[in-house]
Nanobody, 126 residues
Framework: QVHLVESGGGLVQAGGSLRLSCAAS????????MGWFRQAPGKEREFVAA????????YYTASVKGRFTISRDISKNTMYLQLNSLKPEDTAVYSC???????????????????WGQGTQVTVSS
């Protein structure tokens, strides 16, 4: 059974930084991609970023491009999301997910992903 655990969330002032981690266990073969999504109160879960596990290609939603950086450590089966220049509108529960089957383009659809973590809260104060 694949298990994903996020960490690194917290409370930070606007303009600050956080680094989220997502550790995957139970993988019997290499993922095709992993991604980060977020859900703010009263809103739908939205795509934040994705990384193609083998090639390292990265994709971002427009609102975080230039501020967030996704990366991975293949040896540790761990994915990271560096969040810089945080804004109050970045406040959300951030969840990681793994895609095992492959996806088209930026792997930005929730249905592209097979397993999800529980999420970690990021709160940005103004």
């Amino acid at each position: 059974q694949v298990h994903l655990v996020e960490s690194g969330g917290g409370l930070v002032q606007a303009g600050g930084s956080l680094r989220l981690s997502c550790a995957a266990s139970g993988l019997t073969f290499r993922p095709y991609a992993m991604g980060w999504f977020r859900q703010a109160p009263g809103k739908e879960r939205e795509f934040v970023a994705a990384i193609i596990w083998g090639g390292g290609q990265t994709y971002y939603t427009a609102s975080v491009k230039g501020r967030f950086t996704i990366s991975r450590d293949i040896s540790k089966n761990t994915m990271y999301l560096q969040l810089n220049s945080l804004k109050p509108e970045d406040t959300a529960v951030y969840s990681c997910a793994v895609n095992l089957r492959g996806c088209i383009g930026s792997c930005s659809h929730r249905d592209d992903y097979n397993y999800w973590g529980q999420g970690t809260q990021v709160t940005v104060s103004s």
